[in-house]
Nanobody, 126 residues
Framework: QVRLVESGGGSVQAGKSLRLSCTVP????????MGWFRQAPGKEREGIAV???????RYAESVKGRFAISKDAVKNTLTLQMNSLKSEDTAMYYC????????????????????RGQGTQVTVSS
């Protein structure tokens, strides 16, 4: 079992920034693919960012250029920096990891990852 814990959500105005963090077990950093997905009320889950074990990143078009995913093995943390937030970014955000996937998995597959956290709410007001 892999326990993930998100933090950093909240309510902000459009155009502002938020940083989400996810505490991840240290042993996952060397080989696990990690990512973030979100789900808004009444909508499908959307994979938004993925980072490979080698640090390569990929993003959904909806967040490309505004969001950045990173990981810190010293702090055991997966981070999602969200800039220029829009009202349509309002959703529950989840971090996710999977030990069975190879590097290069498409970002749309992140909601299918084997382990995820409990989620953190992000609300953006216009």
């Amino acid at each position: 079992q892999v326990r993930l814990v998100e933090s950093g959500g909240g309510s902000v105005q459009a155009g502002k920034s938020l940083r989400l963090s996810c505490t991840v077990p240290r042993y996952t950093f060397s080989s696990f693919v990690m990512g973030w997905f979100r789900q808004a009320p009444g909508k499908e889950r959307e994979g938004i960012a993925v980072i490979d074990s080698d640090g390569s990143t990929r993003y959904a078009e909806s967040v490309k250029g505004r969001f950045a995913i990173s990981k810190d093995a010293v702090k055991n943390t997966l981070t999602l920096q969200m800039n220029s937030l829009k009202s349509e970014d309002t959703a529950m955000y989840y971090c996710a990891v999977d030990p069975s996937l190879a590097d290069g998995v498409v970002v749309t597959f992140v909601p299918q990852f084997g382990y995820r956290g409990q989620g953190t709410q992000v609300t953006v007001s216009s």
